[in-house]
């Protein structure tokens, strides 16, 4: 059973003038792995606030993938990428473009979004896209593999 993390990244979320959709839909999508939701926030597009709770669920709670949706576009406050990449230990390229690359079969939009993936420590940081649909078809897109990449994290037989 792989233990995750959800955060979600969002001024309009955290002053509730949104609801959260988009972690909603990883939650649920979540439980088509041996997978279990230890940890769900929302806070807001602040970087440092964002950083803070990565290295918490990597270093701390020692979750095996944490999932953050939001905060991946153009605007002034989207900084997820740019936290994530101040935390993380190596990059996983791979991911990212597998979920840009099936999603544009859907909308082009999917080349506007930045998210990356890596790993602290024993622990896969995954930005999905704020967007509900976004969300959902970026992690549909990759969710079947998570299990093999999760399992050579933890240094289990592959």
């Known amino acids: 059973m792989y233990t995750v993390a959800v955060l979600t990244i969002s001024d309009g979320c955290f002053a509730g003038r949104r ?6 839909i990883a939650q649920e999508l979540i439980k088509n792995l041996p997978a279990e ?13 964002i950083k803070e ?7 701390d709670l020692k979750v095996d ?3 953050t949706d939001g905060g991946t576009g153009f605007s002034e406050r989207d900084n ?26 859907n909308t082009l939009r999917a080349m506007l979004s930045r998210g990356i993936a890596g790993i602290r420590k ?3 940081i995954i930005n999905l896209p ?13 969710i079947e ?5 999760l399992d050579m994290i933890a240094g289990k037989e592959h």
């Open 65 to 67: 993938l944490v999932l």
């Open 80 to 105: 997820t990428p740019e936290a994530t990449k101040q935390v993380i230990e190596k990059e996983v390229p791979g991911i990212p473009e597998a979920m840009r690359t099936l999603c544009l079969k």
């Open 130 to 142: 704020g967007s509900s649909k976004g969300a959902k078809e970026s992690l549909e897109a990759i």
């Open 145 to 149: 593999g998570l299990p093999h990449g």
């Open 37 to 49: 939701v230890v940890k769900y926030e929302i806070i807001p597009d602040e970087i440092e606030m």
């Open 122 to 124: 024993k622990t896969l």
């Open 53 to 59: 709770k990565l290295v918490g669920y990597c270093d």
């Open 19 to 24: 609801e959260d959709r988009s972690g909603k």
